[in-house]
T-cell receptor, first 116, second 110 residues
Framework: GAVVSQHPSWVICKSGTSVKIECRSLDFQATTMFWYRQFPKQSLMLMATSNEGSKATYEQGVEKDKFLINHASLTLSTLTVTSAHPEDSSFYIC????????????FGSGTRLTVV | SQQGEEDPQALSIQEGENATMNCSYKTSINNLQWYRQNSGRGLVHLILIRSNEREKHSGRLRVTLDTSKKSSSLLITASRAADTASYFC??????????FGTGTSLTVIP
């Protein structure tokens, strides 16, 4: 079935550095990718929607210059957390709609980011 | 906000009992989906119910949808310890974008 491979599964970085998270669609083309973050004991919150070949759409309150999203191909979307700070520590998950004609979504396995 | 809300926020039951979780939302939807999330893991899609459906079954799962009340319920019958997880409803209002509820944390005690 449709799988989204997300890497890395966890990362620890120093304050001020940048971290890139990748989501690759396997066996299908993902023209759209959703990026979520989840703080402990809270629901997933949609951060942005990336569309292949165009600029990402960010949800209100999400800093586009801080969370850079690139969707350069039909199988790869990346989220770069720039100049990370401890408050950016969170669980980030990507999600792509299933293939045309199917309902539902497939999710990456998530990335646990810890900024120290 | 379109975000849905689940209740209860936390539920603890004995193995073998049934677990019922409710979800309310605010706007008209195309469909509503239920997901489970094991601690620190990605979401797993459980079941989707369309706006013109009232009830749907999948194994031990039963989902109902009442669009007049803008609410849905997820029933897990004969619960098992492995069902321990957080459960989220997600509403799909338009065009492949959806919003998660706050989630219900279910603990099934062996």
């Amino acid at each position: 079935g449709a799988v989204v491979s997300q890497h890395p599964s966890w990362v620890i970085c120093k304050s001020g550095t940048s971290v890139k998270i990748e989501c690759r669609s396997l066996d299908f083309q993902a023209t759209t990718m959703f990026w979520y973050r989840q703080f402990p004991k809270q629901s997933l919150m949609l951060m942005a929607t990336s569309n292949e070949g165009s600029k990402a759409t960010y949800e209100q309150g999400v800093e586009k210059d801080k969370f850079l999203i690139n969707h350069a191909s039909l199988t790869l979307s990346t989220l770069t957390v720039t100049s990370a700070h401890p408050e950016d520590s969170s669980f980030y998950i990507c999600s792509a709609p299933l293939s045309t004609g199917l309902y539902g979504y497939t999710f990456g396995s998530g990335t646990r980011l810890t900024v120290v | 906000s379109q975000q849905g809300e689940e209740d209860p926020q936390a539920l603890s039951i004995q193995e073998g009992e049934n677990a019922t979780m409710n979800c309310s939302y605010k706007t008209s939807i195309n469909n509503l989906q239920w997901y489970r999330q094991n601690s620190g893991r990605g979401l797993v899609h459980l079941i989707l119910i369309r706006s013109n459906e009232r009830e749907k079954h999948s194994g031990r799962l039963r989902v109902t949808l009442d669009t007049s009340k803008k609410s849905s319920s997820l029933l897990i019958t004969a619960s098992r310890a492995a069902d321990t997880a957080s459960y989220f409803c997600a509403t799909d209002a338009a065009g492949n974008q959806f919003y998660f509820g706050t989630g219900t944390s279910l603990t099934v005690i062996p």
